[in-house]
């Protein structure tokens, strides 16, 4: 096997490393105690007019299954103010999965010690560089550390000389035969469901439109209009017409008998129920008394007021046109 053909495992197994060692990590953080009392690996002292710095870390080199503990202790006067490096986008190429404040005590001579504990990771094998830290004192005065160089071993064993297998080829996993009940039980399902999403809507695109009375009446309305009856003196005829246009529209629309009855009895049984408005009881009942008057006491109305009558006419079936009710929507939440 060359190395070339190698290479695919090799990739694999060393991410595999990676998180295997993010995960250790993760577990020696969460289970460790404080490392107060472990002796650093690595301690250096930097002084400034504001104060003294202490950078000490755990381990001078380590793998990448390992982790690193920092820790940095600041010496100032004990009023000032002391602010830590952050630690959000990591330092160097370590990463940083741990970062809080361990301690804080008072010394000798009106000192305080301000301790911070940083745990660092590392992914990959390398030398790792530990970029210089600073922390700043009242905001004006400033100590920072040197950099260091912290070497991160692998935990694989090297790719030339391991025993890495290629990768076997793919399994052929037959599908249970449920799987194909499943299936089929699915399909039916939506083949149904289709089909009886396409027979309701061939119902309604089948279903003759129901015309509303007002439609009918406007349009007998306009039929009489263009039949020239005036023109020709056929008012007694035309007011015969018009009268029962309307009084279809009114048993259309309202349900009341006014083909069958005389004028006095429906405007006896309109009065006395809610379905016409009173302006429209009102301009009914003179339309009515107009109409009867040119049909039995041969009454010979102006133009003006055969044109009045049939305004009256189209302005009742307009106005009088049910408004349909629109059911409130439940609010969500």
Known sequence: MTPASRLPGHRRATWIGAFLAVALAWLSCAGGGGTEDLEPAIA???????????????RSSLSTAESAVLRLAVEADEGATVAFPDSDGGFGEFAVVRDEEVSERLLDGGRVQRVREYVLQP???????LPPLTVTINDSDSISSEALTIPVESVLPDPETADLRDIAEPLDMP????WWAVGTLLLAVAAGAAWWWWKRRKEK????????????ALTALDALLSEGLLAGGAVELFYLRLSDIVRHYIEDQ???RAPEQTTE??????????????????????FLYR????????????AEETGGAVEAARLFIEQSVPTPVLSAEPESG
């Open 123 to 129: 992914f990959l094998p390398g030398e790792y560089e």
């Open 44 to 58: 250096e002292t930097y002084e400034a007019a504001g104060g003294r710095l202490e950078l000490t870390l755990d």
């Open 175 to 178: 599908a249970p035969w449920w």
């Open 265 to 286: 009895e429906f405007l006896a049984e309109m009065s006395r129920g809610p379905h016409i408005r009173r302006d429209h009881q009102t301009l009914l009942r003179d």
């Open 291 to 302: 109409a009867d008057m040119v049909k039995f006491a041969k009454f010979v109305p102006a």
């Open 205 to 216: 695109l089948s279903a003759p439109r129901v015309v509303p009375p007002h439609e009918i």
């Open 254 to 256: 309202f349900s009341l």
